[in-house]
């Protein structure tokens, strides 16, 4: 098969330059791996796995770098640079940013525009990556409406999703859900994060928490109900693990030390370690946490 720009491919070393290696599948179809990102032992005849762009001269080049994305998958990307021609993102790679053209910054509906700010460095937003067949370059696309499903939402409450968590609002997270390669618009409300960190950018198992008329998709990072919280009984007891069987964390604690130590709210916590003590997993006093020995 071809050398894939914007893909992983698996190629051979076929030949050495003093800059570096090249890779491909012949001689008719090769690309240089620079230098410093020939695996150590590598040799020619030798099959590796690269990602493959193009450089600031437009010229393919081969890295074992691994971006957050590849050409037609959707992610959320951290704004690096603006300019009067667009914008460019980190996709992960040292050398390379993403560049997003000014004409495929979404501006959303007149509404919209009044009472969101305008795109700032640092902030994330959602682009598909695609190959601009004209120069082979990788940029991104993000007017993502004929991408994102609206209206047959083939989901159910509280079943289990992939997020990919994009810019924060006033009221929580924008997020793109992907479920069998189809995409969603969804949130994640702040009540809903208990203290987690870092969010953005990434992807998480979340569930759907209610399916809004406007085909939005409301979620969670646990399940509804008891079923939900007791999964989290293990975070407890290998934080137990870890600390030679003792805790000083109590139902006493106040809700600050319990998500500082859990990463959950202190309702949760005192029914996960209310049914630990009944299943006699851990005893509970003023002082903490203690397993109880098998």
Known sequence: MPIQIGQYNTVKILR??????????????EVLLPQKY????????????????????DRPVAVIEKPIAVVGEIAALRVVDITKFGMFLDWGL????????????????????????????????????????????VIGLG???????????????????????????????????EKDGIYYYGMLYHNEI???????????????????????IDLRFRKDGF????????????KLEENNGFLPISDKSS???????????KKTFKKLIGNLYRERKISIDKKGIQKTRE
Do not use: W
């Open 143 to 177: 007017k993502l409406g004929s991408f994102i499903e609206r209206e047959d939402i083939d989901l159910e409450e509280d079943e289990e999703v992939t997020a990919i968590v994009g810019q924060e609002t006033e009221i929580g997270y924008r997020c793109i859900v």
């Open 227 to 238: 079923d939900g919280i007791a999964d989290q009984s293990s975070i407890i007891m290998q």
């Open 194 to 216: 208990f203290g987690r960190k870092n969010i953005q950018g990434k992807k998480h198992t979340v569930y759907v928490r209610k399916i809004r008329e406007d085909g939005r």
């Open 94 to 137: 040292i050398e390379k940013d993403l560049f997003l053209p000014q004409d495929e910054i979404p501006k959303g509906n007149k509404e919209a525009r009044e009472t969101q700010k305008p795109i700032q460095r640092g902030d994330y937003v959602f682009v598909k990556l695609a190959l601009d067949h004209k120069t082979n370059r």
């Open 16 to 29: 050495t330059t003093p800059h570096g290696v090249y890779v491909g599948s012949s001689l008719l179809d």
């Open 38 to 57: 020939i695996p150590q032992d590598a040799k020619e005849g030798d099959e590796i796995e690269v990602f493959v762009y193009t450089d600031t001269e």
């Open 255 to 265: 809700p600050e030390e319990i998500l500082d130590y859990f990463n959950m709210s």
